[in-house]
């Protein structure tokens, strides 16, 4: 059963933007920390960014640390990533994430995962 449904994949050029969305259609997303993933062709998958319930405070991992921003729009129930300057290492199959707890899981430690949304950037 899908708990966590991903959008806004898609191609784009090198320098380009993409605004992924994460929504649920049977959970509300605020009271969950949640995060973005991504799995590039060949590699193992990596945690990108999280937000978490209480704090509401959002954290990247190094790799998009300024290019990438993650927030929530509670009204619409989604959790949105919006990536900036992107980059041919930023291809791969992006995954909304949870741990189905108020805070962000450690080390981006997820247990539940979307079915993914491809990501392309070339020129």
């Known amino acids: 059963q899908v708990h966590l449904v991903e959008s806004g994949g898609g191609w784009v050029q090198p320098g380009g933007s993409l605004r992924l969305v994460c929504t649920s259609p049977k959970f509300s997303l605020d009271y969950y920390g949640i995060g973005w993933a991504r799995q590039a062709p060949g590699k193992g998958r990596e945690g990108l960014a999280c937000?978490?319930?209480?704090?509401?405070?959002?954290y990247y991992a190094d790799s998009v640390k300024g290019r990438f921003t993650i927030s929530r729009d509670i009204d619409n129930n989604t959790v949105v990533l919006q990536m900036d300057n992107l980059n041919s290492d930023d291809t791969a199959v992006y995954y909304c994430a949870t741990d189905w707890r108020s805070l962000c899981p450690l080390g981006f430690q997820f247990s539940s995962w979307g079915q993914g949304t491809q990501v392309t950037v070339s020129s």
């Open positions: 937000i978490s319930n209480h704090e509401n405070s959002p």
